[in-house]
């Protein structure tokens, strides 16, 4: 607290942690505090009288910005053209609203002549390395500020108590079961029975989807249109990205799609367990492999995987802005030329079944995948092929019979 700091841009969401972050950086800085909140889908619930709650709590101007279009075009939909996937099962929700949200977190601070950033992620979590690399990227010469690392506050119980003390009202309560995070692409669940991974998650955990148990008996279809990679229509209607997306979610979600439970590895060496809820993501994600395949031969599509998982790590690790998340997403752009087409999603009881598929670019061909009598394919030239594919263990072979 050596620096001295005239104004600070906080990344502000109402809850009880940056509520209490702005009284703290006034009293141990003494500087001002300007309130950043970006709406990344999230909901209006969580949106509501959000610029009065950060006036209250002693913010000289509370900033909320509109992500949507711009996280799910320009962060959510490269996302989807890597393939990437988080240790098997994670569709990197959290980690893919971060960088587009740090960002626009650093351009309020250059446009109000901030000489300092803040945020609320604990010293436990991969959110602090994803902001903060952000930060480093974007305006190094800006000073950081993590209150979690600094004041000596360990619980909820303090939070509550020092706002108390100070007159600052908050809705918060000393009793928070479960830890969420909700964008246009998922909401996250942690805390609570979760910490026991032993333990099932009782329904209260879930928010966004219905029960697969008591989803719908009759399954619903869903036609995606892609074109060069992005998603265009949703059931034959032209929709922005964002609005195919909350289109999907509905849809999913509704029939239970998209829930996940998961042990995970985060950046900062410890496991945490999770429940995820991505519906349309889910969909979006089975789609576009769908097409894939379709349009990309195999040495394509396994160069296309490994830049998914590569990719993967970059996006959970926080490293947007470098260098070789360009170069990754340029491969990945370049493999997207040829995803154009159409898919059939079945949705059923928390499932989703990809039924039909076409593409102008379609690598298919019946004419030589039939099991029928056909006149392009001479049988007898694949014995050629693989003796020459297996000449390297043949010769192997022959050289141990020597021995």
């Not at 959510?76 to 994670?90: D, L, S």
């Not at 928390?350 to 298919?364: E, H, I, K, M």
């Amino acid at each position: 607290m050596s620096k001295e700091i005239k104004k600070v841009v906080l990344a502000y969401s109402g809850g009880l942690d940056t509520s209490a972050i702005i009284p703290w950086l006034k009293e141990n800085y003494g500087c001002e505090v300007v309130a950043f909140a970006a709406d990344v889908g999230q909901g209006d619930e969580e949106l509501e009288g959000l610029h009065d709650k950060a006036i209250a709590s002693g913010a000289s101007e509370c900033h909320i910005v509109d992500l949507k279009e711009e996280f799910v075009k320009d962060y959510i939909y490269p996302t989807i053209k890597t393939g990437a996937v988080y240790e098997g099962e994670y569709l990197l929700g959290t980690s893919m609203a971060r960088p587009v949200i740090a960002k626009a977190q650093v351009e309020v601070a250059r446009k109000v002549g901030a000489d300092a950033l803040s945020h609320g992620c604990t010293g436990k979590g991969n959110d602090q390395v994803r902001f903060e690399s952000t930060f480093s990227a974007l305006a190094p010469e800006l000073t950081v500020i993590a209150p979690w690392r600094e004041w000596d506050m360990v619980s909820r119980e303090d939070l509550l108590d020092y706002l108390a003390q100070r007159d600052i009202p908050t809705s918060a309560s000393a009793t928070k079961i479960y830890s969420r995070d909700a964008n246009a692409w998922h909401i996250s669940h942690e805390g609570g029975e979760l910490e026991d991974p032993w333990q099932e998650p009782s329904e209260q955990v879930w928010t966004m989807t219905v029960s697969p148990e008591d989803a719908p008996d009759k399954p619903e279809r869903v036609t995606l249109s892609f074109d060069k990679g992005e998603l265009t229509h949703v059931n034959d209607e032209a929709l922005s990205p964002y609005q195919a997306l909350v289109t999907l979610n509905n849809l999913a979600a509704a029939h239970g799609v998209g829930r996940i439970d998961i042990v995970e590895n985060r950046l900062v060496g410890m496991k945490s367990r999770g429940c995820y809820e991505t519906p349309g993501g889910t969909v979006l994600m089975k789609a576009y492999k769908a097409l894939e395949t379709m349009v990309l031969d195999k040495a394509a599509l396994k160069y296309r995987e490994q830049i998914g998982l590569e990719f993967s790590h970059v996006m959970y690790d926080g490293r947007w802005f470098t260098a070789l998340n360009d170069a990754l997403l340029a491969g990945a752009e370049s493999f997207a030329q040829k995803v154009t087409g159409d898919i059939v999603v079945k949705l059923y009881k928390g499932t989703a079944t990809v039924t039909q598929r076409r593409s102008p670019n379609s690598l298919y061909s019946e004419d030589f995948a039939t099991f029928g009598a056909d006149d392009v394919y001479d049988q007898k030239h694949a014995e050629g092929f693989i003796r020459l594919f297996s000449l390297s263990s043949r010769i192997a072979a022959l050289k141990d019979q020597q021995k």
